[in-house]
């Protein structure tokens, strides 16, 4: 049976559209069940649109406080009863009420070689510090920002000349293939997370 993915967004969506499309092959192994959003009018919501793919939309604004809307983030997504929660460019940190049904199984990726330059602006720190490569990361989310076990990593030269938006446009071309490549393997191989930190991240037997 196909692995359920419920894929939470805030922008253009092209990770969730790289899954969405691994997902059209019946080898991938998985299927992207739901789309959940932060905010309206996103590319993200338009490609779950055209894709017939249900979606709903939590803004934090609306609710009575953060705790609240965590709460509401973590009952939407069960609802949808996914194996996998996958953080695809989604611009907020998940609380203590979605860790505690989702911890696990919930990833999420990164435009930085972690540790390296987590947070919002990872491409514009390793530029700035001056790094020769830098990369992206799939991780398991934890309580930490950007700061979970990791699952796989994929490197990406820095060029001269590459300013915030060229070196982040070649970072998701990179980003794209790992997610993909590890929500697949992940879905139909597996995953055990081992080692006396809790860290180690094994797919597969
Ligand atoms: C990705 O680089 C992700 O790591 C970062 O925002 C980007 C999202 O891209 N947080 P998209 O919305 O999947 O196109």
Redesign the pocket.
Known sequence: MDARLVVL?S??????QALIDACADPAYGAAVVAVGADRDDIG?LRRAREAGIPAFVLKVADFASREAWDRELAARCAQHLPDLVIC??F?KLVGKAFLGRFAGRCLN???ALLPSFPGMHGVRDALDYGVKVTG?TVFLVDEGVDAGPVLAQACVPVNDDDDEAAL?ER??VA?RALLVDTVGRMAREGWSVTGETGRKVRIGS
């Open positions: 967004v922008g253009e969506g092209t990770n969730l993200g695809a460019g611009m990726t990164h435009p992206c982040h970072i998701k980003e």
